[in-house]
């Protein structure tokens, strides 16, 4: 046979599926050690890259402005803690009143939805509104894991 119709004798390995490595050394003998210290190396760099996905969970009735320019804080908090935060509260009322009673409701099950996307929830405030109590009652539900921070964004167990 000549280089174009050779046939590979090398064994389907599942240890290297997704890898990106091979089982094998360039003489086409099998070299686990160093299939698996490159396959740990993949691993770590996709770890530096993970980010989970965390639920801002925090007023919003009352002080609209104010509350709006807190809620804000509170997701660059999470991104420079390393997360991508989801704060329905400020996607859901540029295009729903939340002083409509449907429109409310309406945003309040597209949240619930996205938070059991989440991994966890953060709870931020001194105060806890009734919509934030129901994100957090569904939370407990879903046994996710919930982290409670005052205003000053230092972390708390007040509410737990």
């Known amino acids: 046979m000549d280089k174009y119709h050779s046939i590979s004798h090398k064994k389907y390995d599942p240890q290297e599926e997704g890898t990106g490595t091979s089982m094998f050394n360039g003489q086409g003998y099998r070299d686990p050690t160093a299939n698996e210290a490159l396959a740990n190396i993949t691993r770590e760099e996709k770890a ?8 801002i969970c925090s007023p919003l009735t009352g002080d609209i402005e104010r509350n709006t320019r807190r809620a804000r804080g509170y997701c660059r908090f999470a991104v420079d803690a390393g997360v991508i935060p989801i704060a329905p509260h400020l996607l ?27 991994d966890a929830i953060w709870v931020f405030g001194d105060n806890v509104s009734k919509g934030m109590s129901a994100e957090i009652a569904k939370a407990k539900c879903r046994r996710m894991p919930i982290r409670y921070m005052n205003d000053k964004v230092k972390e708390g167990t007040r509410y737990a």
């Open 48 to 55: 530096k890259r993970y980010r989970p996905l965390i639920y």
């Open 92 to 118: 859901f009322t540029q295009f729903l009143d939340d002083r409509d009673p449907e429109q409310r409701s309406l945003g309040m099950l597209f949240a619930l939805v996205l938070l059991g996307k989440c």
